[in-house]
């Protein structure tokens, strides 16, 4: 085993391609650039490889919490479907927790460290993950879930919003794609309401949606900031619940994925289900088992 360099990066990407559920591995390349460690320094992070020269069988990435610095994150814990039942998992894990007391940190977390994560915990099917973690002392504190949603033409998801929008509009309400100079007011205001990390994540989006009233941001979605496939954050003012503005920008962000090429989106980490489900056919597919343990 040895510490993660950049040399590395390709094979790691190899490695979750044959060895994720299949709706991870296609976007390996992402979840492999979002959590592998930093190299300016600007977040305290560590990686660990099983390695042979030619391939990697095993990989492990480790986080400091980025608002509790006595707080660490497994962020990735991948082996080998050919290499599994030899303990390669438990070693990986225990080189990261290492990683983290070095660090500072008194817990560790399996669950999303954001802006930077690919996976609200573990998913339920990685059943592999979930009995070695729990074998070795983590407990379960949490269940998180996705929302998955139809792309595909004539779905109810990629409903036209263009009549809401007229009549948004002659209530003073403008919906837009916003630009550099329309992110840069929304970040502030996103702080403010719903704290740094959403305000970090809609500056690594594909594209943020924003609504205006009197030239100021009252509600905003984005989508493509943590995985390509996956939308969110979204939010809405006071002054701006009641008028319609999260269907619609919802909507737009949909109808930027299927542009894009996705026949089916992930609405992570989500919050309100009657929402999603009732404005885009939206249904719960991904069930996530959030776990921490005292180091």
């Given at each position: 085993?040895?510490?993660?360099a950049?040399?590395?990066?390709?094979?790691?990407?190899?490695?979750?391609?044959?060895?994720?559920?299949?709706?991870?591995?296609?976007?390996?390349?992402?979840?492999?650039?979002?959590?592998?460690?930093?190299?300016?320094?600007?977040?305290?992070?560590?990686?660990?490889?099983?390695?042979?020269?030619?391939?990697?069988?095993?990989?492990?990435?480790?986080?400091?919490?980025?608002?509790?610095?006595?707080?660490?994150?497994?962020?990735?814990?991948?082996?080998?479907?050919?290499?599994?039942?030899?303990?390669?998992?438990?070693r990986?894990?225990a080189?990261?927790?290492?990683?983290?007391?070095?660090?500072?940190?008194?817990?560790?977390?399996?669950?999303?460290?954001?802006?930077?994560?690919?996976?609200?915990?573990?998913?339920?099917?990685?059943?592999?993950?979930?009995?070695?973690?729990?074998k070795?002392?983590?407990?379960?504190e949490?269940?998180?879930?996705?929302?998955?949603?139809?792309?595909?033409?004539?779905?109810?998801?990629l409903?036209?919003?263009?009549?809401?929008?007229?009549?948004?509009?002659?209530?003073?309400?403008?919906?837009?794609?916003?630009?550099?100079?329309?992110?840069a007011?929304?970040?502030?205001?996103?702080a403010?309401?719903?704290?740094?990390?959403?305000?970090?994540?809609?500056?690594?989006?594909?594209?943020?949606?924003?609504?205006?009233?009197?030239?100021?941001?009252?509600?905003?979605?984005?989508?493509?900031c943590?995985?390509?496939?996956?939308?969110?954050?979204?939010?809405t003012?006071?002054e701006?619940?009641?008028?319609?503005?999260?269907?619609?920008?919802?909507r737009?962000?949909?109808?930027?994925?299927?542009?894009?090429?996705?026949?089916?989106?992930?609405i992570?980490?989500?919050?309100?289900?009657?929402?999603y489900?009732?404005?885009?056919?939206a249904?719960?597919?991904?069930?996530?088992?959030?776990?921490?343990?005292?180091?």
């Amino acid at each position: 085993m040895e510490r993660f360099a950049i040399d590395h990066h390709p094979a790691v990407v190899d490695l979750l391609r044959r060895s994720l559920l299949p709706e991870d591995a296609v976007e390996a390349d992402a979840i492999a650039e979002i959590l592998r460690p930093n190299e300016d320094g600007s977040r305290r992070t560590a990686g660990f490889v099983e390695w042979d020269g030619a391939a990697v069988t095993g990989v492990v990435f480790v986080a400091v919490d980025n608002a509790d610095p006595q707080v660490g994150h497994l962020d990735l814990v991948v082996v080998d479907p050919e290499c599994r039942g030899r303990g390669l998992g438990s070693r990986l894990i225990a080189a990261g927790e290492q990683a983290l007391r070095e660090f500072g940190c008194t817990r560790v977390r399996i669950a999303g460290n954001p802006p930077q994560y690919a996976f609200p915990g573990i998913d339920v099917r990685y059943t592999p993950a979930v009995c070695a973690v729990t074998k070795l002392g983590y407990a379960h504190e949490q269940t998180a879930w996705n929302m998955s949603v139809d792309l595909t033409p004539g779905s109810l998801a990629l409903t036209d919003t263009a009549d809401a929008e007229a009549a948004l509009a002659e209530q003073g309400v403008h919906i837009k794609a916003a630009d550099a100079d329309d992110i840069a007011r929304l970040r502030p205001i996103v702080a403010q309401e719903w704290g740094g990390h959403w305000a970090d994540e809609i500056t690594t989006a594909e594209q943020v949606h924003i609504a205006l009233r009197d030239g100021s941001p009252i509600a905003f979605a984005a989508w493509g900031c943590t995985r390509p496939s996956w939308f969110g954050p979204m939010g809405t003012k006071a002054e701006g619940k009641g008028l319609g503005l999260g269907t619609v920008l919802l909507r737009r962000c949909l109808r930027d994925q299927a542009k894009a090429g996705f026949t089916k989106g992930q609405i992570g980490w989500v919050g309100p289900v009657p929402f999603y489900a009732r404005a885009a056919g939206a249904f719960i597919e991904r069930v996530f088992f959030l776990y921490t343990k005292v180091l």
